[in-house]
């Protein structure tokens, strides 16, 4: 029988962040997200990036 699930990778996406936002901060964010069509992840993500990149 085949193996179910999600395909290994390479580079798995195994660590966690937890985050904690007023309830403002978590607002904007959730419209910034909603504006954008975008996941949170996605946007987290690409802060972090342009953060490094800056560096």
Do not use: C, Q, W
């Not at 309830?23 to 909603?34: C, I, L, M, S, W």
Request: charged share 35%.
């Amino acid at each position: 029988m085949a193996k179910m699930g999600r395909p290994k990778t390479d580079n798995p996406k195994n660590k966690k962040v937890t985050v904690n936002f007023t309830k403002a901060e978590f607002e904007a964010f959730d419209r910034y997200v909603e504006r954008h069509e975008t996941s949170k992840t996605e946007v987290i993500r690409g802060l972090v990036k342009s953060l490094v990149d800056a560096t």
